[in-house]
């Protein structure tokens, strides 16, 4: 399912607009704002898939923050939706998905969803993304819910995985596990050795040469590696 956040100063508007996305089963709103400061950082920390984007705000226009957002790591896709069509051709010289006009229609909103669709891989249903990991034991392979783990390392060229209640060991490489999750956003590299279940981290404690370790829900701490502090932090809002 596609995940969106909506920027929009008028109420009825963004009410409206959230009902219809979400009516069409393929959208979650995972946020809404209705200033530009306010929905930059908000954005940056839900990390939505498509923002959508009015253009006239109260303090500004909804072109800047567009711009904004080109310069995150992992920049959303955006549509701008407003009554004004004239901003139409900068809107999309700003590489912008789409351009919904006021007052909203169903059947538009929906052709916008599909357009969206095919540009963002993660939008293309929960049938492509992961939810069980396999894991040879005993002779057998049980499906792990990868919401149980909590991170996976490598310790002497063996790849483990830690969950709340107990430790998996693997016979493939880490970088074979990381492709397994590429569709899952909950999961990140934070190490050459570790990769995360960032829902699981409760806090990030400073460490030596302005390195992390991230503490994890079982208390255990997991280093950040000098290369991923920016990602990191950028990813907690930071």
């Known amino acids: 399912?596609?995940?969106?956040?909506?920027?929009?100063?008028?109420?009825?508007?963004?009410?409206e607009l959230a009902f219809l996305l979400e009516n069409s089963r393929e959208v979650e709103v995972v946020g809404e704002g209705s200033t530009l400061t306010k929905s930059y950082e908000a954005i940056r920390n839900a990390?939505?898939?498509v923002v959508f984007l009015d253009i006239e705000l109260a303090e500004g226009t909804g072109l800047h923050l567009a711009e904004k957002l080109q310069e995150l790591p992992k920049a959303p896709s955006f549509v701008f939706a407003t009554a004004y069509?004239?901003?139409?051709?900068?809107?999309?010289?700003?590489h912008a998905t789409d351009y919904l006009l006021k007052p909203f229609d169903e059947q538009r909103i929906n052709q916008c969803i599909e357009k969206l669709q095919r540009m963002i891989p993660s939008a293309m249903g929960s049938k492509s993304q992961i939810k069980k990991l396999p894991i040879m034991e005993n002779e057998r392979i049980s499906l792990l819910d990868i919401?149980?783990?909590?991170?996976?390392?490598?310790?002497?060229?063996?790849?483990?995985i830690k969950t709340l209640q107990k430790l998996f060991h693997l016979n493939e490489p880490?970088?074979?596990v990381e492709k397994k999750l590429t569709n899952s956003s909950s999961f990140m590299r934070i190490h050459r050795s570790y990769i995360v279940h960032l829902e699981h981290v409760t806090a990030l404690?400073?460490?030596?040469?302005s390195t992390y370790n991230l503490v994890m829900?079982?208390?255990?701490?997991v280093p950040v590696s000098r290369t991923y502090v920016k990602e990191v932090k950028e990813r907690f809002g930071l």
């Open 47 to 49: 990390a939505p898939d």
């Open 1 to 15: 399912m596609m995940t969106a956040f909506i920027v929009e100063d008028e109420p009825l508007a963004r009410q």
């Open 217 to 221: 829900e079982d208390g255990s701490k």
């Open 174 to 176: 880490l970088a074979s």
């Open 205 to 209: 404690e400073p460490w030596f040469n």
């Open 85 to 94: 069509d004239e901003y139409a051709l900068q809107a999309f010289e700003l």
């Open 147 to 160: 919401r149980t783990i909590l991170y996976i390392t490598t310790q002497g060229g063996k790849t483990q």
